[in-house]
């Protein structure tokens, strides 16, 4: 199973002990499953990570960094897609698009919108729990 995590996800599972960070440490060891992003979603990650309102030491964002780079399958996208709800998380859609991502798990309503743009699945973590988690 290919899956794209949204960023607010990420940040959620970073930030907080809750049902988010069940979901990226369920994503980490799971053999049968592919954690996919671009270059580009990365950068986003990492940058998000580094805002000084989540006030994270730079030891902790440097062991995500790592952390990111050792679980993500990089993949590259030529696909372009208009998302004009929100143009900056449309690289999140080229991704499911390029990579044939079965699921997508946002946390970001502006997304209800995209389902009929991509075959992935567009999924809460709550969603994604109660499907695959069990």
């Known amino acids: ?16 002990n809750n049902l988010p960070e069940d979901l990226i440490l369920w994503l980490v060891e799971q053999t ?7 270059e580009a ?12 309102k989540f006030n994270l030491p730079a030891e902790i964002i440097e062991q995500w ?6 679980k993500i399958q ?24 390029a990579s044939k991502a079965d699921v997508f798990v946002t946390g970001d309503k502006d997304f209800s919108e995209a389902q009929t743009l991509v075959a992935t699945r567009i999924m809460t973590v709550a969603q994604f729990k109660a499907i695959f988690m069990i």
């Open 1 to 16: 199973m290919k899956i794209i995590v949204d960023t607010n996800i990420l940040v959620s599972a970073i930030i907080r």
């Open 32 to 38: 049968a499953v592919e954690w996919i992003a671009t």
């Open 74 to 97: 990089l993949i590259t996208t030529d696909v372009q897609v208009d998302f004009p709800r929100d143009r900056k998380d449309a690289k999140f859609l080229e991704c499911a698009l």
């Open 65 to 70: 960094h790592y952390l990111l780079l050792d």
């Open 41 to 52: 979603i990365v950068k986003e990650y990492i940058e998000v990570l580094q805002r000084k």
